[in-house]
């Protein structure tokens, strides 16, 4: 081990040892790594200090200035509160709403950062227990707040948590704001802290929020006359212990929708997430429970929603009648076939309207664009990029959905981050145009593969935890970008390699064009001849890089998809052969 980033993280640990301001438990816990023989977990501990990354902070709970704690939430407010006051001076009714989701810690967390904000002058609206991550969204929009922060890990495993900053637009915070907050974040010291709110400045909020949020969610429904001719649409509903647990069955409800199932074991709010091995709906095993309940109700989908409800995922019947889980490619892009198939059939395309992928999402969400005659603008992964795409636009164009392939999308722009209430709203609509034309969603998805070409998605994620992983994830972008940059993937000739660091797209010539992109992003992609795309990018919130690869494949009729799928796959293990994944 490294003895120089021994003695400095054991230089850090002792001040939090001699520090007043911290309690004895967590004195304990920072005694018991630094007499620990193995020295790992004191450097993961305090190697570094947590940063805002795409999702703002996100770490393991416990003592450190690597981990998730009291105090680094503290620490991260005061400095938030600091870059507030800064960016509004002279404001006198400055505001911030302040939200949670299921989490361990997590009420005690936004206590701590609602008191934090109200001691420096600023109004706090404090929801009064768990709610979604878009609710919070609508409500920094709805009660003109000047930035909000809900403390939630999203769907990681239960030993984290996080805290997403947002800005006036209901956004989480881009450039210049969240490096501007960085900047604030690090000149404070836990000593510099004002930890006694003021309680004459934390208003609860709660029901009326919820009901103009619901109100709102309404506005993404695109047909209500086929809900009212299947309303009877028999829906499983999974909260997986969080935060969708009653608005998501309320708005079902609001849309007209008459029998939907809950999981019971799942209604639980449960920060240790007992029924599964993750609370991640991308991962099948999390789908479990619901799809049990969903054969036994004879259910026509099933659904679930992460923690803190804004990613979901579908579970709908293939032709033998089992469960097929959908991937986030394929909801996204049924998302963005329904939304402007039935709009034009309604009349309600005026010829302003756009859609928003992220770069690393299926390019046949493109190709139903292109066709339909709908814009499509590709951004960076992250739903603050598809918020600001949203806002640049505002007035000029009409945003009808985005989304991306880690199960998020936002089909309305009330909110400014992925909803799942009112996209599982959406998808049982286009569920129940499917039935009401004597069609699955598994039929539907078949139709779209059909006219638009089958490709066949796929994502790896390479874990390599603790600062040893931070460093072996960082060499492997600079090989990628030298002396391993592949010149073949599958055995298809690379034509274009676009470096969004670097902002340029070479072809196999060696010409470079410029990319036209707000802000450079550690981000690789290559094309090749066959029309494989592969993309990758170390994640912003967890400890991995991630490959996401693309692969055409034949598929002349529905009972080819299996062999599609297969053949996708063999091309998929040859990409990952030829980068060594």
Known sequence: MDKELITS???????????????????????????????????????????????GLRGIMGAGTNRMNRYIVGAATQGFANYILKAFPGRQDLAVVVGHDCRNHGREFAETVAAIFSANGIKVYLFESLRPTPEISFAIRQLKAQAGVNVTASHNPKEYNGYKAYWEDGA?????????????VNKVRVEDVKWTGNPDLIQIIGGEMDWDYLQAVREAMVDQDVILRQKDLNIVYTPLHGTGRVIIPEALRSWGFQNIH?????????????????????????????????????ADLVIASDPDADRLAI????PKGEWEILNGNQTCMMFAWYIIANKKKLGQLRGNEFLVKTIVTTELIKRIADKNGVEMMDCYTGFK?????????????????????????LPFDKVRDKDSPASICLICEIAAWAKDNGKTLYDLLMDIYLEYGFTM?????????????????????????????????????????????????????GKSVKLDMPATSNVLQWFTEDGTKVSVRPSGTEPKIKFYIEAPATMECPKCYPAACAEGMDKVKAVCKDLGI
């Open 9 to 55: 993280c054991e230089v850090k640990a002792k001040e939090w040892l001699s520090s007043p301001v911290y309690d004895e438990q967590t004195k304990a816990e920072v005694r018991a790594m630094l007499e620990a023989e193995d020295k790992t977990a004191l450097i993961d501990a305090f190697y570094q200090t947590l940063e805002f990354g795409t999702g």
């Open 172 to 184: 989480q915070v881009l450039s210049p704001h969240d490096t501007g907050i960085i900047d604030e």
């Open 262 to 298: 809950v999981v019971p074991e799942q209604m639980v709010i449960d920060g240790n997430f007992p029924t599964v091995v993750s609370p991640n709906p991308e991962n099948s095993e999390a789908m479990t429970l619901g799809m049990k309940l969903g054969t036994k109700l004879n």
């Open 315 to 318: 579970v709908c019947r293939n």
């Open 385 to 409: 990029w598809i918020a600001a795409l949203i806002r640049e636009n505002e007035g000029l164009k009409k945003y009808i959905g985005g989304g991306e392939e880690s199960f998020g999308f």
């Open 457 to 509: 998605n796929h994502t790896v994620n390479v874990v390599r935890p603790g600062k040893t992983g931070a460093d072996e994830i960082k060499q492997m972008m600079v090989d990628f970008r030298g002396a391993k940059a592949p010149k073949t993937l599958g055995g298809s000739k690379v034509v274009c390699t676009k470096d969004y660091l670097a902002l340029t797209a070479t072809d196999a010539e």
